[in-house]
């Protein structure tokens, strides 16, 4: 069965379908890409799977349950996780308690277990300290460990938030344009970072408007054009989709 | 960065411990214990405000009701002070948790109206039930009793507020170093992250807003039995007010700062005494000052600064 499964997604704005009756599977060890030109609903679409907005129509099944109108700490419960296009990094705090916030389901969070501090949460938050320092690495802002958020800089905070979904141990991982406002070599590193995710158990399903990256990385493609769904299929499949080719360059008329 | 817990606990210990030994005589000693009982409010006000990012205009009202349920269930019914004291920080952890989810639902401008409305309800409350409150005028308080001791002298009175300090701190500290209190900072860096994080915001932000609430109501019960003598104008507005500037000329999100903040706030009014009448515009001089050259507060503002010459010389 697939991790996540949409069907007939739709939301509206005042009359305007945003996201007009979208179905997709996601099959867990994949990556999955959803592209299509500037406002064909991706990151509404990705608003909508991680309850971020909730859909005037349509259903979807994550992990083996229903999951519609859920709000997003709910969905985290069940293991979904996700970074955002605009950077939604905690600048009150430091680098490393950014990604350790990822990991506050999987930590005692009591209010009287942190005044008190209670000696297995002492210990629970040491090993948290030491997993996020080396999820870090594992992003390569390994450099940043010691710092505050506010002094890293564009890419790093990027990855960053990268680690901070990591944290949580997520079933899906929704990257919304990881590679925006990166530079050639920082996209290429995440593009090798978004490849070792799989492997490690993390289904992953990213916006991204850099179609190198894309065309690379991606076992499927959903393509968007207008809210509706125009195609989807293998990065080959969509290179040769006459719909694609006119949605991105024109008709020709 | 910020200097190791023991280090600041153990200094803090170490003043605490030290104080009445070299205060002259009593009216210094009164001095250093509202220091103390400010500057305990202010720690719970300033995990509020400055960690978790919400606002409160309204917090003198839960010291009023602390004060006044250990004034009238001692004083007219006789209660023992302790079971007075649980009694008012039970009905202001209710009240706290009655009003904490519509009110924070709100943000910013709203969340401040909303909860300077709530305190000012409690002050008029307190103000006008003359019957039960003596009204304008205030009421006296028996001494604070435990056990068959009371606590009645001003050497007793420091000791406890200054081990109430001590826990205080502790228990704070301890807090913003814990997932909760993380929790609380990711909610004012970003609801939206601590949100997709797994953090239930709302239950958070209702959790810290009535634990502050039962934290000051515990020390407007404390204020009571020291003065033994309470009025209205310990729950108005003003009050209120000067709490959250205490919080912000201490620091925002700094259990330090809160200290530093209620012990140069409860002083300067002494200090500038001698103006008469001229201290109100000294004291805003101060506030505007400060809030210019060290906007961030007192102890983030210098540690920036040290930071700063630290890597300067590296």
């Given at each position: 069965?697939?991790?996540?499964?949409?069907?007939?997604?739709?939301?509206?704005?005042?009359?305007?379908?945003?996201?007009?009756?979208?179905?997709?599977?996601?099959?867990?060890?994949?990556?999955?890409?959803?592209?299509?030109?500037?406002?064909?609903?991706?990151?509404?679409?990705?608003?909508?799977?991680?309850?971020?907005?909730?859909?005037?129509?349509?259903?979807?099944?994550?992990?083996?349950?229903?999951?519609?109108?859920?709000?997003?700490?709910?969905?985290?419960?069940?293991?979904?996780?996700?970074?955002?296009?605009?950077?939604?990094?905690?600048?009150?705090?430091?680098?490393?308690?950014?990604?350790?916030?990822?990991?506050?389901?999987?930590?005692?969070?009591?209010?009287?277990?942190?005044?008190?501090?209670?000696?297995?949460?002492?210990?629970?938050?040491?090993?948290?300290?030491?997993?996020?320092?080396?999820?870090?690495?594992?992003?390569?802002?390994?450099?940043?460990?010691?710092?505050?958020?506010?002094?890293?800089?564009?890419?790093?905070?990027?990855?960053?938030?990268?680690?901070?979904?990591?944290?949580?141990?997520?079933?899906?991982?929704?990257?919304?344009?990881?590679?925006?406002?990166?530079?050639?070599?920082?996209?290429?590193e995440v593009d090798a970072l978004i490849q070792k995710l799989p492997p490690a158990g993390v289904t992953v399903v990213l916006v991204?408007?850099?179609?190198?990256?894309?065309?690379?990385?991606?076992?499927?493609?959903?393509?968007?054009?207008?809210?509706?769904?125009?195609?989807?299929?293998?990065?080959?499949?969509?290179?040769?989709?006459?719909?694609?080719?006119?949605?991105?360059?024109?008709?020709?008329? | 960065?910020?200097?190791?817990?023991?280090?600041?606990?153990?200094?803090?210990l170490v003043v605490l411990a030290v104080l009445p030994a070299i205060l002259p005589n009593d009216f210094y000693l009164d001095v250093?214990?509202?220091?103390?009982?400010?500057?305990?409010?202010?720690?719970?006000?300033?995990?509020?405000?400055?960690?978790?990012?919400?606002?409160?205009?309204?917090?003198?009202?839960?010291?009023?009701?602390?004060?006044?349920?250990?004034?009238?269930?001692?004083?007219?019914?006789?209660?023992?002070?302790?079971?007075?004291?649980?009694?008012?920080?039970?009905?202001?952890?209710?009240?706290?948790?009655?009003?904490?989810?519509?009110?924070?639902?709100?943000?910013?401008?709203?969340?401040?109206?909303?909860?300077?409305?709530?305190?000012?309800?409690?002050?008029?409350?307190?103000?006008?039930?003359?019957?039960?409150?003596?009204?304008?005028?205030?009421?006296?308080?028996?001494?604070?009793?435990?056990?068959?001791?009371?606590?009645?002298?001003?050497?007793?009175?420091?000791?406890?507020?200054?081990?109430?300090?001590?826990?205080?701190?502790?228990?704070?500290?301890?807090?913003?170093?814990?997932?909760?209190?993380?929790?609380?900072?990711?909610?004012?860096?970003?609801?939206?992250?601590?949100?997709?994080?797994?953090?239930?915001?709302?239950?958070?932000?209702?959790?810290?807003?009535?634990?502050?609430?039962?934290?000051?109501?515990?020390?407007?019960?404390?204020?009571?039995?020291?003065?033994?003598?309470?009025?209205?104008?310990?729950?108005?507005?003003?009050?209120?007010?000067?709490?959250?500037?205490?919080?912000?000329?201490?620091?925002?999100?700094?259990?330090?700062?809160?200290?530093?903040?209620?012990?140069?706030?409860?002083?300067?009014?002494?200090?500038?005494?001698?103006?008469?009448?001229?201290?109100?515009?000294?004291?805003?001089?101060?506030?505007?000052?400060?809030?210019?050259?060290?906007?961030?507060?007192?102890?983030?503002?210098?540690?920036?600064?040290?930071?700063?010459?630290?890597?300067?010389?590296?």
């Amino acid at each position: 069965m697939s991790l996540l499964a949409v069907s007939h997604l739709t939301r509206e704005f005042g009359g305007v379908k945003a996201v007009d009756d979208v179905s997709f599977q996601i099959e867990a060890g994949t990556i999955h890409a959803v592209i299509g030109p500037n406002g064909a609903g991706k990151t509404t679409l990705f608003n909508l799977i991680t309850g971020v907005y909730t859909p005037s129509s349509g259903t979807m099944r994550f992990a083996g349950t229903e999951a519609n109108h859920q709000p997003p700490e709910r969905l985290a419960r069940l293991g979904m996780s996700r970074t955002f296009q605009n950077l939604q990094i905690c600048m009150n705090m430091s680098a490393i308690a950014n990604v350790m916030v990822g990991a506050h389901l999987r930590l005692n969070h009591g209010l009287f277990a942190g005044m008190f501090h209670l000696p297995t949460l002492r210990r629970a938050d040491r090993a948290c300290r030491e997993e996020a320092a080396e999820l870090m690495r594992f992003v390569g802002v390994g450099a940043y460990i010691d710092a505050h958020a506010s002094e890293m800089p564009y890419g790093a905070l990027k990855r960053l938030e990268i680690a901070r979904s990591l944290a949580a141990k997520p079933k899906l991982l929704l990257l919304d344009e990881p590679a925006a406002g990166l530079n050639d070599s920082e996209t290429h590193e995440v593009d090798a970072l978004i490849q070792k995710l799989p492997p490690a158990g993390v289904t992953v399903v990213l916006v991204e408007h850099d179609m190198k990256l894309v065309m690379n990385i991606s076992d499927r493609i959903l393509v968007l054009n207008y809210g509706r769904r125009l195609a989807e299929g293998t990065p080959r499949e969509i290179r040769e989709n006459p719909d694609v080719i006119a949605a991105y360059l024109g008709t020709g008329g | 960065m910020a200097l190791p817990r023991s280090f600041g606990l153990g200094a803090l210990l170490v003043v605490l411990a030290v104080l009445p030994a070299i205060l002259p005589n009593d009216f210094y000693l009164d001095v250093a214990i509202r220091m103390a009982i400010n500057a305990v409010v202010v720690i719970g006000l300033n995990l509020l405000i400055g960690y978790t990012g919400q606002i409160s205009l309204g917090h003198a009202g839960f010291l009023g009701i602390g004060a006044y349920a250990s004034a009238i269930l001692t004083a007219n019914y006789g209660w023992p002070s302790a079971a007075a004291m649980l009694a008012g920080a039970i009905g202001s952890g209710g009240l706290a948790l009655l009003v904490a989810r519509p009110i924070l639902r709100l943000k910013g401008h709203y969340l401040a109206m909303a909860t300077l409305g709530l305190g000012i309800i409690i002050s008029i409350v307190l103000v006008n039930e003359v019957a039960l409150t003596g009204g304008p005028d205030g009421m006296s308080v028996p001494n604070f009793s435990l056990f068959g001791f009371e606590i009645a002298s001003e050497q007793a009175w420091y000791w406890v507020v200054a081990v109430l300090l001590l826990g205080t701190t502790w228990l704070a500290l301890n807090l913003i170093d814990s997932p909760a209190g993380r929790a609380l900072q990711a909610i004012h860096g970003s609801e939206i992250a601590a949100r997709v994080a797994g953090i239930d915001t709302t239950a958070a932000k209702v959790r810290i807003f009535v634990l502050s609430a039962v934290l000051t109501s515990i020390m407007g019960s404390v204020t009571a039995h020291y003065l033994a003598f309470v009025t209205p104008t310990l729950s108005d507005f003003f009050h209120s007010i000067a709490l959250v500037t205490m919080v912000v000329i201490g620091g925002m999100a700094s259990i330090y700062g809160s200290l530093l903040g209620a012990v140069l706030l409860t002083a300067l009014p002494q200090v500038l005494a001698g103006l008469e009448g001229g201290e109100t515009v000294v004291f805003g001089l101060i506030l505007i000052v400060t809030m210019i050259f060290l906007p961030r507060g007192l102890v983030p503002s210098l540690a920036l600064r040290r930071l700063a010459l630290r890597r300067r010389r590296a």
